[in-house]
C-alpha cells in the first residue's frame, strides 16, 4: 500500500476539486475517486441552461474530463458504486458497472457524497422506486438529457417546488414554449430566502409569463399507459382542489444529503440531517474528510448548522479536504456566508447571510431600498432594491438581499462586510463608485444602508 | 442677525448638498446660498453625455431646482460673486449680475467654491483670458452647450488630456461623428491611475475607434479669424514636430481648487494646493467649513493629502459639513478611498485606493486575474480583468483596479475590504455569489485576491 492512500468518494465539484488540491499538496499521493455515474466532474448548476439551449452542448458542463484526471495522476473510477466500508479494517468495498466487486484499502477517506432529490408524498409518483414518464428530478446529466426529450411547445409543465432551482427550470421550460405552472407549498416563492414583500415583488415579475399556486400541495398524478397526464393539486387550508394538465412534471423540492456511508464511517450526523465537519473540513472520524451537499456547516453569522447546497461552499470545503488530507494546512473561515445569486425572466436575485426565518428569529433592523442603476437624469436606468438586516442593538449587518441589476455584484459587497463583522455605521460611510452611464452618486447598497443606520441610532437614542 | 447664520459659497453638488443636511439638521437656521452662475446644483459629471445626447435634455441636469431650495427656506442667490470676505467683521461683500452690490453678515461660513479647469501652457490658447472661437474646457452647462454646437460630423476634435474625462468627452465626440484624436504628455493613458499594463490594454480598444498620441504636448494652435484650425505637436523626448487639424479642442487637463476666499478667511492651504479640512469638514479657522473639489484630504491607506476630484466624495464631505455647521454630529472615515469608475467605448473601469504612482511607491505585492462574467461553459461571459495591491510585510489592502463587465460593482467589493483594514489572507475566503448566467464559481475578484494571497505567503517563507 502507497503511504498517503487518499480515497475520495464521489466526483462531482467536491470530490473533483479535493482530489485536485490532495495532488497539489502532495505530488507522490496515491489518489483514487470512485464515482456511480459515467460522468467525471461537471457543474450540475448549468443543468437547466441545457434544456433551454442556453448552453449548447450539454457536454460542455464537464470541467475536467477523465484524461485530465489521467494526466494528474487520480485513479477516477467511474460507473462504481461504493456498497460498504468496513471502519475497523479500513476496508472499501465497490462494484462496478459489470457487478465486478473489489477491495480497497484506504489511509485516508473524502466523503463528497452528494445529495439526492426529495421526493414528495406524492400519489402515483413513483413505482417501484420508478418514476413514470414525464416526471423528473434535475440532478444529473442523465436527467436532463431525459428531461430535453421531453420538452415539447405548446405542452403542460408542472415545476413543485418555488425555490431558485425550480424557477429557474421554469424558465427555461417557458423558453421552450411550454406552458409553466409552478407549485409550491408555501405561501410564496422563495420562501426560506426572501421576505414576503421581496416575494411579492418577484412574483409579480413573473406571472407576466409563468402561472404560480402558492399555498397549494400536489396530492396525486394521474397516469395513463406509464405516461403523466394530469395532477391533483389542493389548497394547503382552504383544501379546495384542482385539477390540473401536466405533460411534464419537474420535482424541485430540495434534496437530502447522501449519508448511508458515512453513518457505517460512524461520522457524526447533524441537526439539518448533514454531516458534520469543521473548518478543515475533518468529520467526527480521525482521516474522515467531508465536502459539498452531504454535509452541514455553521452558518457565519447565527452559528448554527445549515446544509451545504452550494456549489462555491463545496468547491472551498474541498479545497480544505483535499489540502488536509494530503498533509497540507487549510481553514475555512468560522461558517458559511451564503453568498447565493440566480437569474430568471431577466430578473437576477442574490442574497447574503442565514435564511429569512433565522433572520426574523434575530428580530434585526431592516433598510430597505429601491433605486436605479443609473442617476435620475440618465436615460436607461435599471431598477435594484437593496435590503440589508442589522443587529437591533450592536448594529453589526446580519445579511442583505438584492433584486435587479447587478444583485450578485452588490451583494458580494455586503458579504465583504459580513466577512469584516462590520457595523453598519462604518459601512454607511462605504464610497462606492459612481459614474453616470454606470451608478449613481449614492448607491441602493449604501442608502439601504443609511436608512438602516438612521433606523438603528433612531433606537439607540429613543 | 438671526441666530445659526449659514452662508455657503457655490451651488455644485458640495454646496447644495450642505444646505440641505443644515436645513435637515436646524429647522430654523438661516441659510444663504450665493453662486457665481445661473443654475443652481447640477450634475457636472453629466455634462459629457449631453455632447453625445445620451442625456437628452441638458436642464435634466439640475437636480435641485431653484423652486426646491425656496420650499426648503434656503436662500439662493443666482449670478452672484462673493467679491470679499472681512474675516475680521464677519462681513462678506457680494455682487449680482446688474453689478449690485451688498453685505452680508455671518456667523458659519461653508466653502463649496469648486475648482476651475488648468489652462495648460499653450500659444495662443486664449486672448485676453478668453479662447478663441473652437476652444474649450467643460466644466459649466454653458461650456456643454457651447461645445454642442461646434460639433460637426466629420469633422476634427482634438482632446487634450487622457484622464476619465477626456476619454469620456472623445467618446461622446466619437459618437456625434467626429474625428477624434487624444494628445496625452505622460507615456500611458490614465497615466495617475492605472498600471501601464492596464492602460495598454485599455489603449488597444480605445484606438478601435480614435486616435492616441502620448507623450507629446500641444504647443501651439492655430487661429483664423478668432476660429482655430489646426494645432502644433511635439514628441516630450524626440522634439519630432506634428501639424494636426483641429476645429475643436477640448482641453481636458485637470483641474485647480479655486481658494482666493478661502486664503481671506486665512484658511490653511494644502500640500496639493486645496483647503486642508479634517473628517467634519472643518478648516483651519473657526466657523469655516470647507467641501468638495476646492478642498484636500488624506487618503485613506497612505493618510497623504490628495486633492478632491470625485462627486461622490463631495457629496458625504458637504453632509458633514451641513449637519456640523447646524450644531448635528457627523464624522467622515479618516480619509478617502477614492471609489471612482468611468465607461466609454463599452468599456467599464474602475478603481480604489491611491493613485498609481503611491501606491508604487509602497511596493506592493499584486495579484491579477482576466477572467469571464461567467463559467466557461456558458456562452456570452464577458471580459472582466482584476488587479489588486496588498502591503507586502502586513498582507493588508491598499488598493485594486477592474476593467470590464461590472468593474465598478467589484471594486465597491475591495473598497469595502479596505475599509474594513482586511487582510488579503481573509478576503480570499470571501465567497462570491454564484450561478452560470451571471457568475462563475470563483469570481476574478477572489482569485485576483488568491494569486496576491499566494505571492505574499511565499515572500514570507521564503
Known amino acids: 500500500m502507497t503511504k498517503n492512500n487518499i480515497i475520495i468518494i464521489g466526483c462531482g465539484a467536491g470530490g473533483g476539486t479535493a482530489a485536485q488540491f490532495a495532488r497539489k499538496t502532495d505530488r507522490k499521493a496515491s489518489i483514487t475517486i470512485f464515482e456511480q455515474t459515467s460522468f467525471p466532474q461537471y457543474s450540475k448548476c448549468g443543468l437547466p441552461y441545457t434544456i433551454s439551449g442556453d448552453i449548447p452542448e450539454i457536454m460542455d458542463l464537464i470541467e475536467f474530463s477523465k484524461e485530465w484526471f489521467e494526466k494528474a495522476r487520480i485513479d477516477l473510477h467511474l460507473n462504481t458504486t461504493v456498497d460498504h466500508i468496513d471502519s475497523e479494517k479500513n476496508i472499501l468495498y465497490v462494484s462496478n458497472e459489470n457487478n465486478t466487486k473489489q477491495e480497497y484499502e484506504f489511509e485516508t477517506i473524502i466523503l463528497a457524497t452528494g445529495a439526492s432529490p426529495f421526493i414528495p408524498p406524492i400519489k402515483n409518483i413513483q413505482k417501484n422506486g420508478v418514476f413514470p414518464n414525464g416526471v423528473f428530478s434535475l440532478r444529473t446529466i442523465n436527467d436532463a438529457q431525459n428531461i430535453s426529450k421531453q420538452v415539447k411547445k405548446g405542452k403542460h409543465a408542472l415545476v413543485i417546488g418555488a425555490g431558485f432551482i425550480g424557477l429557474e427550470i421554469a424558465e427555461c421550460l417557458h423558453k421552450m414554449g411550454m406552458n409553466v405552472t409552478i407549485i409550491e407549498a408555501m405561501q410564496t416563492i422563495l420562501p426560506q430566502l426572501l421576505d414576503s414583500d421581496l416575494s411579492n415583488q418577484i412574483q409579480k415579475h413573473l406571472e407576466q409569463y409563468i402561472t404560480i399556486k402558492l399555498h397549494h400541495f400536489v396530492k396525486d398524478i394521474q397516469v395513463t399507459n406509464n405516461q403523466v397526464t394530469h395532477v391533483y393539486v389542493e389548497h394547503a387550508e382552504t383544501h379546495e382542489k384542482l385539477t390540473l394538465p401536466a405533460d ?22 447533524g441537526s439539518s440531517g448533514g454531516i458534520v465537519v469543521n473548518n478543515k473540513s ?5 482521516n474522515v474528510y467531508a465536502v459539498g451537499d452531504c454535509t452541514e456547516f455553521i452558518d457565519f453569522i447565527t452559528k448554527k448548522p445549515v446544509p451545504i447546497g452550494l456549489g462555491s461552499i463545496a468547491v472551498r470545503q474541498a479545497i480544505a479536504a483535499g489540502v488536509n488530507a494530503a498533509g497540507g494546512q487549510y481553514e475555512l473561515q468560522n461558517g458559511v456566508l451564503q453568498t447565493c445569486t ?3 425572466f431577466g430578473l437576477e436575485i442574490a442574497s447574503v447571510g442565514p435564511s429569512i426565518s433565522q433572520l426574523e428569529e434575530l428580530k434585526p433592523i431592516v433598510g430597505k431600498h429601491t433605486g436605479s442603476s443609473r442617476p435620475e437624469y440618465f436615460p436607461g436606468g435599471k431598477s435594484i432594491t437593496c435590503k440589508t438586516y442589522i443587529d437591533s442593538s450592536t448594529g453589526s449587518i446580519l445579511g442583505a438581499r438584492a433584486i435587479g441589476t447587478n444583485a450578485a455584484q452588490r451583494i458580494n459587497t455586503y458579504a465583504t462586510a459580513l466577512l469584516a463583522n462590520m457595523n453598519i455605521e462604518t459601512f454607511r460611510t462605504l464610497r462606492t463608485a459612481y459614474a453616470p452611464p454606470i451608478a449613481p452618486t449614492l448607491d441602493t447598497v449604501t442608502i439601504a444602508a443609511d436608512i438602516a443606520a438612521t433606523k438603528w441610532q433612531r433606537k439607540r437614542s429613543g
Chains 1, 2 share one sequence.
Open 282 to 286: 475533518e468529520t467526527s472520524q480521525k
Open 248 to 269: 411534464l412534471i419537474i420535482l424541485a423540492t430540495g434534496t437530502r444529503p447522501n449519508i448511508r456511508l458515512a453513518k457505517e464511517l460512524k461520522c457524526t450526523i
Open 342 to 344: 440566480s437569474e430568471f
